[in-house]
């Protein structure tokens, strides 16, 4: 391309003779003066290979994840979210990344997004039995004598399992 031209050839014809526009030529006749060969040589197209976190920084961020919970870091919030890593990822290396790529980046450290079981862990049968038999009546007998009214933490729209959103964890 620039051999052409520097053989006298105007950069019409050389445009002609490759199938190219003359700014084409111009440009990369340019590029040749200010880097020689090394400056026309062919480069990767498309998106960059990598991520936005070098592999040490998704690294740190990562064992951050697993090592500590978000309260201990100063954060307003109890549990890992895309949006909560995001953060700490802006924090840390003042990187700010979308929700979206977040997620990717978690599960590529293989968390999974976390929704809590409608369920009491420590539900036990036998005490539950024992309450509704023998504790409850009693409460209910002296509701009774007293005239006062009993109240369900339920029949006031709260639960006390309830959460809102989900978090991360590992698989």
Known sequence: MVRPQANGKKQVEVAEIFGITRQAVGKWVKKYREGGDKALKAKRRGRPKGGALLPWQAAQIAKTVIDRHPEQLKFPFYLW???????????????????????????????????????????????????????????????????????????????????????????
């Open 81 to 171: 979210t895309r949006e909560g890593v995001g953060q700490l990822i802006e924090k840390r290396f003042g990187i700010r990344l979308s929700v979206w790529t977040v997620g990717r980046y978690l599960s590529r450290w293989g968390f999974t997004p976390q929704k809590p079981l409608r369920r009491a862990f420590e539900k036990n049968p036998e005490q539950v039995r024992h309450w509704l038999e023998e504790e409850y009546p009693r409460i209910h007998k002296q509701a009774k004598r007293e005239k006062a009214g009993i109240y369900w933490g339920d029949e006031m729209g709260m639960r006390s399992d309830h959460a809102v959103g989900r978090s991360y964890g590992r698989r």
